[in-house]
């Protein structure tokens, strides 16, 4: 048995056993566990990456869990890197603060505070912020910030040590943080304990139906342990006495959508048509289906084949192809489809924690994003295909001196 890795034999929402495994990527390393040069002779651990579908609630999931400590105590990615990211925190921070009035006297929890950046908005605001977070380095970030900052896992236990230090709390968010977390009740244990009466809880994650309509396989790998659609968690969200006051669809992480919480005894209960539009869309376009899931299987190995015969023909012809944004997902990219250092050179990302480390599995070297426009390779693979616009926006010159960009998803793409 392997300690650092379990089995899912139930729904992590309803605890049902039927999950159907529609897509088996194999083993792979986690896709957010860089090297350094001294590592790269070492052997690296790989772990099964498989998505299942619960027949039973709809919830899609992988079929294991690494242990998150592997994966979580030393990060490195940061959203801050990022203007579109730092606007969407600044426009959720906006809304909850007109919608709570929030004041001095008002708190703020941020599940998987990451650097900070989220809760610096809030406490531009005016309110009292904290964050929680397992990352040990980004956390001490997120201090120098001026963000205080509790280190370890959200769950109940968390939550009422958090609660016992800094009292409850007016707003809690947490962004792309959920999908990381195995035990799902113990989040909303934990919320419900540290949540006021009133409070909210927002909470963004990349959306199942964007993923399978854009055929993000990608962002399928061990972090993520969750891909949600509406109706399931509106299942776990009633469950725990809570209810969907507020939904929209973002166009962050390739799609995805921010939810507005309240109990539902804070309010008389009204119909939220929002919700039911979702649900019925989430039916028409058949989420709770097999041959979805299947068809999705399939059409990533059609994607493999096109990027493939691509990359072969262009190196055939002499040309230098780089990665760009070395990002979890363009790990599982290069690993799934075995694009190694024999097609990209290197690999280049805004990221100051990832420069001169090597990515998972594949080894490819990370410069920093300069290196573009200086060495100006034939093309430009876009890994982080979620940023492509603001990628190539901010590579204008590299494209007016002849570069040109490749788009993996959802179809490949020259730019
Ligand atoms: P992202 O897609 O956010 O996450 P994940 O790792 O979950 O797949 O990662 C985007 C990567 O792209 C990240 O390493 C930063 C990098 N990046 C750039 O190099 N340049 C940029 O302009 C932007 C926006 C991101």
């Not at 034999?9 to 350094?36: A, H, Q, W």
Request: net charge positive; charged share 25%.
């Amino acid at each position: 048995m392997d300690k650092d890795f379990r089995h899912v034999t139930r729904c992590r929402i309803c605890r049902s056993t039927e999950l159907y495994r529609f897509l088996d990527l194999g083993f792979m390393p986690v896709p957010n566990g860089f090297r350094k040069k001294e590592e790269l002779g070492k052997k690296e651990k790989k772990y099964e990456l498989c998505c299942c579908f619960c027949e039973t609630c709809g919830h899609v999931q992988l079929s294991g869990v690494v242990r998150p400590q592997l994966m979580f105590t030393n990060y490195v990615y940061i959203p801050s890197t990022s203007k579109v990211m730092m606007n969407n925190f600044s426009r959720l921070a906006h809304q909850a603060y007109v919608a709570k009035s929030l004041d001095e006297f008002s708190l703020v929890l941020d599940i998987g505070s990451n650097d900070g950046s989220l809760l610096t908005f809030f406490k531009a605001y005016g309110s009292k912020v904290v964050g929680i977070d397992p990352a040990e380095n980004i956390s001490k970030v997120a201090e120098l910030n001026g963000i205080p900052t509790e280190i370890g896992l959200f769950n109940l236990a968390s939550a009422n040590k958090v609660k016992k230090k800094y009292g409850a709390a007016d707003v809690i968010t947490a962004t792309n943080v959920i999908a990381h977390i195995d035990d799902l009740y113990g989040v909303f244990r934990g919320v419900d304990t540290l949540l006021k009466k009133d409070g909210l809880f927002i909470t963004e994650f990349p959306y199942l139906l964007d993923l399978i309509d854009k055929l993000e396989f990608d962002t399928i790998y061990h972090e993520h342990l969750s891909y949600f659609a509406i109706s399931p968690w509106k299942f776990l969200v009633e469950k725990f006495g809570f209810e969907i006051c507020d939904l929209e669809r973002l166009q962050i992480h390739g799609g995805s959508i921010r939810l507005t919480h309240r109990r539902k005894s804070s309010h008389k209960n009204k119909a939220n048509r929002i919700v039911d539009y979702f649900i019925n869309l989430e039916e028409e376009r058949k989420l709770n289906e097999r041959q979805t899931y299947d068809l999705f299987s399939q059409k990533v190995i059609g994607l493999k084949k096109s990027l493939t015969e691509l990359i072969d023909g262009l190196k055939k012809q002499g040309k230098r192809i780089v990665g760009y944004g070395a990002a979890a997902k363009g790990n599982v990219l290069t690993n799934l489809f075995n694009i190694g250092r024999d097609k990209l050179d290197y690999i280049v990302d805004s990221t100051p924690y990832k420069l001169g480390l090597y990515t998972p599995g594949m080894n490819i070297p990370i410069f920093a994003e300069n290196r573009l426009l200086k060495d100006m390779p034939d093309y430009a693979l876009i890994l982080a295909w979620n940023f492509a616009n603001e990628i190539m926006e901010k590579q204008k010159a590299y494209k007016a001196k002849g570069g040109k960009f490749i788009i993996p998803l959802p179809s490949v793409t020259i730019i």
